[in-house]
């Protein structure tokens, strides 16, 4: 698996020094209040364990599942719902748990969904930001890492559903996904 990796772009230690960051940010900025921490699986599974355990505040934690990329490299530019949430968002300040912005879509998707059922505000803190990759302008509040146009997995992210268990984001060797 580690075979398949051209470049080690984020270890465990930066990820985790991004966490406490983050979170540090969120508890000072939440002070107060009780946010509802909305991690977007599947990518954000790890990264959201990184995240809550940094913040210092009272918190409720929910997972939404939506897909775009099925497994893919690039987006489908239709985001699918695949496992809602039952929790009323209505009144509640919610951040997302992001692994990565890309082309957006997937972000605006959700926060059109979450201001549609009402919530009081929204933000997005992302693992990683690609700019590059934008189709629509939208920007995450909180950003661990801004990365290049290129195609990562790991620590989360996945190619085919695989890499996601990599302890560390690295950019896939072209010739994996080139030869399907
Ligand atoms: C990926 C990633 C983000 C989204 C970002 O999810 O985890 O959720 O795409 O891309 P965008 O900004 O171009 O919309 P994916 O659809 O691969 O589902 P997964 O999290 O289950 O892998
Ligand atoms: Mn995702
Ligand atoms: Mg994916």
Do not use: C
Request: aromatic share 8%; glycine share 8%; charged share 30%.
């Amino acid at each position: 698996m580690n075979n398949d990796i051209e470049e080690i772009l984020f270890d465990r230690d930066s990820i985790h020094q991004a966490a406490q960051r983050l979170g540090k940010q969120i508890t000072e900025d939440y002070a107060g209040k009780r946010p509802l921490v909305l991690s977007v699986l599947k990518g954000a599974y790890l990264w959201t364990g990184d995240v809550i355990r940094e913040i210092e505040l009272y918190v409720n934690l929910e997972f939404i599942k939506i897909s775009s990329y099925h497994g893919g490299v690039s987006s489908s530019n239709e985001i699918e719902l695949v496992t809602d949430i039952r929790t009323d968002v209505a009144g509640r300040d919610v951040i997302i748990l992001e692994d990565i912005v890309d082309t957006g879509q997937s972000l605006r998707f959700l926060k059109d969904l979450l201001a549609d059922r009402g919530a009081n505000s929204i933000r997005v803190a992302t693992l990683l930001d690609k700019k590059g990759g934008r189709k629509i302008e939208i920007d995450a509040d909180y950003v661990g890492f801004d990365v290049r146009n290129e195609f990562v997995v790991g620590y989360g992210l996945d190619y085919k559903d695989l890499y996601r268990n990599l302890p560390y984001v690295g950019i896939l060797k072209k010739s994996i996904y080139t030869k399907d």
